[in-house]
C-alpha cells in the first residue's frame, strides 16, 4: 500500500494538504541549523515548505515515481526505504516526515535518524489529522457503509487529532526505545481550509484505502460523496489538527 501513492504523483501533489507553518516555524526553531532530510518526501510537499523557510533539504523516499516528481519540483531525493538508507557520514539539523512515520519502523527509523542527526539535532514525525463538520462527517460514513460495509472508513471512527493517539504514542516508545534522544514531545496545531466539491473529490484517490478498491467502487464513493458535498452546498471548511511527536537527540558521539 506504502508504493500506491506513486500511481497518480501529480494528483497527489494538487490534492494533499500542506503543513502549518507554525510547525516548520517551530521545527527550525528547535534545531542547531537548516540542514533538513525529510523522510518518506514523496512528492515534496513538506520539502518545499522547509524550503521556503530558507532551510537546505535532502529527501528520501522509496518510490521512484514519487521521487521524480519531487525532483521535478527542484528537490533533491535519494530513492530507499529510510530503515536502508546510508548517511554516508552526512549529519543534519533536522529529520522530519510528514505523513510517512507510520509506513517506517518505528525503532529502526528512530535509531537511523539519530544516526543522522547532529548534536542536539530534531527528529520531527507529524500527521494531519482531518475532521469534517459532523453532519458531512456521518454523511461520508454512510457512503462508505454502503460501497465497504467491513472498511473502518465505515464506522462512526474516531476523528480528529484522537486518530492519530495510537501512532503518537508508538512513534514516541521507539524514540525512547533508542536511548538516542531526550524525552520525546507531542506537539499539535489547529488550523482549518476550505474545500470546494471537486478539491475534496480530487483528493479522496490519494488516500490509502484507494489502493485496494476496484475502479467501480471508488467510482461509487466519489459520487456518494460528491452527492453529499452538494447537499450540504457544494462545499466545506475541514478543521485539521497536525499531531507531531519530536525529540531532540542527546548529545553524544556526532555523526559528522
Known amino acids: ?28 526553531a528547535a534545531s542547531p541549523g537548516r540542514d533538513v532530510l525529510d523522510v518518506g518526501c514523496g512528492t515534496g510537499i513538506v520539502a518545499r515548505q522547509f524550503q521556503a523557510a530558507g532551510c537546505s533539504v535532502l529527501g528520501v523516499e522509496p518510490d ?45 527509523g528512530a535509531a537511523k535518524a539519530a544516526q543522522a542527526l547532529r548534536n542536539g539535532g530534531r527528529l520531527a514525525v507529524f500527521w494531519n489529522a482531518f475532521e469534517p463538520p459532523p453532519d458531512l462527517g456521518d454523511a461520508f460514513g454512510a457512503v462508505f457503509r454502503q460501497v465497504l460495509p467491513d472498511s473502518p472508513l465505515s464506522g462512526r471512527s474516531v476523528r480528529g487529532a484522537q486518530a492519530y493517539g495510537a501512532l503518537a504514542a508508538r512513534a514516541a516508545d521507539a524514540i525512547r526505545e533508542t536511548g538516542e534522544f531526550g524525552d520525546p514531545e507531542q506537539w499539535e496545531f489547529e488550523w482549518e481550509r476550505a474545500y470546494t466539491r471537486d478539491e475534496w473529490l480530487e483528493q479522496v484517490p ?15 464513493i466519489l459520487t456518494g460523496i460528491g452527492a453529499a458535498i452538494d447537499a450540504a452546498g457544494g462545499g466545506f471548511t475541514a478543521h485539521y489538527t497536525t499531531v507531531a511527536v519530536t525529540a531532540s537527540r542527546a548529545v553524544g558521539a556526532d555523526p559528522a
Do not use: C, N
Not at 206 to 220: C, H, I, K, V, W
Open 1 to 28: 500500500m506504502a508504493q500506491s501513492f506513486g500511481s497518480d504523483p501529480e494528483r497527489y501533489d494538487r490534492a494533499r494538504p500542506s503543513y502549518p507553518a507554525a510547525l516548520v516555524e517551530r521545527v527550525i
Open 206 to 220: 490519494t488516500s490509502g484505502f484507494a489502493a485496494r478498491l476496484q475502479p467501480d467502487a471508488m467510482q461509487q
Open 64 to 108: 521512484v515515481r514519487m521521487a521524480d516528481q519531487a525532483r521535478q519540483r527542484g528537490l533533491g531525493v535519494e530513492v530507499a526505504k529510510f530503515e536502508d538508507w546510508d548517511p554516508a557520514g552526512r549529519a543534519f539539523d533536522a529529520v522530519v516526515a510528514g505523513q510517512a512515520w507510520h509506513w517506517i519502523d518505528p525503532v529502526a
